[in-house]
């Protein structure tokens, strides 16, 4: 492999981030998804080399020039970058760094219930719960990136056409030098979209960039090569910080990783619980302390003690509804379709594998989906506990009597909830991308259908656990758009209290009346993306759909 053996100056970046969402790097080294650890201090870290491809990667989507990308990454082992990272080292508050491990279990995408399997050198069939470990939000992450360069004019995309009439975005990517470009990178990971590790479906590995100092060293003059000659790892040197210029870089790319985010806006109707392992040993210190027997089961909380529902459970749940949507268009259309529509019929398996993604076989490598899903926070309502813990008792399902010693103990919780997803442009890039309007399409749907309570979260769907009563649910397109659809819930009070779900018998479509504010035609947009394939243009039945005179 070639090396670099000439250069004029040297770049070099500081990077200090926080974790907005949980971090999952994976170590391959056991079953149960633990992180990646140092093996001489033992704290979890990110590997340089996933650092560099999630840069890389970022940076082909942003600037399309392949000979630029190779140039400045280096081309397999043809010739080394001129770009370095390090690793990135993970530190918490006051250099203590939490982990969590959260429950998960499989699901046969099938029937939809847990999947099962069979153990080794048993004909004895179990379920596939496994755990995941993760960093926990707030851990803070450094690391340094080096850019080896020459001159410091801008580099173009070849000899492409820069007469008038070109297109305005593309023009201004043209115009950017290369430490703009590279800083660019840094301005969509600064905004959260860009993700690091593993498990980014579920949200993980969002981060905000709290330092970008960067120095520059001139290896022409005896003073720039005194510098980087005494440049330590104290980093004494003068850096200038180019966090508060980032927001700005954005403007100049035609491209958005995230094409739309989708808010739902509300608190849960009654109580909730999404199962914890087990308490920890200061929780149980603190049941104790006040002389109360703690609970077999609480809800899950994050690193930093809050009450959460993970990104994986409000995506395995929008996921089901989803899955049920888009079978009732492919149904509906095969109903009156005729033989010379068959080849429009509405595509259910592709729209699934852009949302979620579909695993590789063979040599089909597989692909991940367009939709992320980010942990919620059950916030505390004002003048109220936010724990309700009430006991009850197994069943024998075969007798239908008590089992013996059957009695377990629950502490669910109830609060304000903002549920945040988003929709990626990982595609395409551009931020005119009609698969990304389909998702956004289908997602609207279920988040609709989860604010009028068809459908629930965590446990306890038989017993009334889970239901939300939503206030709004917003949309944001790339471009700063919105369309918002407002919810007034006739049967809920305003007191903040959960009300009872012991017996549902009324229908949510009933009790909840919407309005809708769409100056830019954004769900028209997203539903003629998503009918697109459809024989009749359906743009016109958007309002029927939100407003639940049409089922969908």
């Known amino acids: 492999m070639a090396i670099i053996t000439s250069y004029s100056r040297i770049d070099k970046y500081i990077v200090r981030a926080k974790l ?197 060293f001139d290896m022409c003059t005896g003073e720039g090569r005194n510098e980087w000659a005494m440049e330590g790892p104290q980093d004494t040197l003068d850096y200038q910080n180019r966090v508060q210029d980032l927001d700005k870089l954005l403007d100049h790319l035609d491209f958005a990783a995230r094409a739309y985010t989708i808010t739902l806006q509300g608190r849960t109707e009654g109580t909730l619980l999404v199962k914890a392992i087990a308490l920890t040993g200061k929780q149980t210190a603190e049941f104790a302390a006040k002389g109360e027997k703690e609970p077999d089961y609480i809800n899950m909380l994050n690193a930093s003690g809050k009450y959460i529902i993970p990104g994986s459970s409000v995506k395995g749940a929008v996921r089901a509804q989803i899955e049920r949507i888009s079978d009732y268009l492919e149904q509906q259309q095969k109903s009156v379709e005729s033989k010379e529509n068959r080849a429009d019929r509405f595509d259910r398996k592709r729209l699934l ?92 749907l279920a988040m609709r259908d989860l604010a009028l309570g068809m459908y629930n979260l965590g446990s306890g769907y038989s017993i009334g656990r889970g239901f939300l009563c939503a206030e709004s649910l917003t949309v944001q397109r790339a471009d700063g758009a919105t369309a918002t659809i407002m919810f007034k819930n006739d049967n809920t009070s305003d007191q903040g209290k959960p009300a009872e779900h012991s017996d549902k018998k009324t229908d949510a479509r009933n009790s909840v009346s919407m309005s809708l504010e769409d100056p830019h035609n954004i769900l028209d947009q997203c539903f003629r993306a998503l009918w697109e394939m459809k024989s009749e243009d359906n743009t016109s039945r958007t309002s029927d759909i939100l407003s639940g005179k049409e089922e969908a």
């Open 353 to 444: 594998n852009e949302t979620f993604g579909r695993v590789g076989k063979k040599k089909d490598t597989g692909s991940a989906g367009n939709l992320r899903f980010y942990d919620v926070l059950v916030e505390k309502i004002p003048e109220h506990s936010q724990e309700v813990i009430s006991n009850r008792i197994h069943i024998d399902r075969f007798t239908g009597g008590v089992m013996n010693t059957g009695l377990f103990r629950e502490q669910a919780v109830y609060g304000n909830l903002r549920i945040e997803t988003a929709v990626m442009n990982h595609r395409s890039g551009k931020k005119d991308n009609p698969e990304a309007d389909r998702a956004c399409g289908i997602l609207l």
């Open 20 to 216: 907005r969402q949980p971090l999952h790097v994976g170590s391959a080294a056991k079953g149960n998804g633990d992180v990646l650890v140092d093996p001489i201090d033992g704290q979890p870290f990110v590997q340089a080399s996933g650092i560099a491809g999630v840069f890389r990667k970022c940076y082909e989507e942003c600037f399309s020039n392949q000979q630029e990308v190779m140039d400045l990454f280096g081309n397999n082992d043809q010739s080394a970058g001129r770009i370095r990272f390090t690793d990135g080292r993970l530190t918490g508050e006051h250099l203590s760094l939490h982990t969590e491990l959260r429950p998960r279990i499989r699901i046969n995408p099938v029937t939809g219930t847990s999947a099962a399997a069979k153990g080794a050198g048993s004909d004895a069939v179990s379920g596939q719960k496994f755990e995941t470990e993760y960093v926990g939000a707030g851990a803070k992450i450094e690391f340094r990136v080096y850019v080896y360069g020459g001159q410091d004019a801008p580099e173009k995309n070849g000899e492409q056409d820069q007469s008038e009439g070109a297109d305005a975005a593309q023009n201004k990517e043209e115009e950017m030098t290369e430490q703009e470009r590279i800083e660019s990178v840094f301005a969509l990971i600064h905004a959260g979209q860009v993700q690091f590790g593993g498990q980014k479906s579920n949200g993980c590995g969002s981060m905000e960039i709290l330092e970008l100092r960067h120095h520059r």
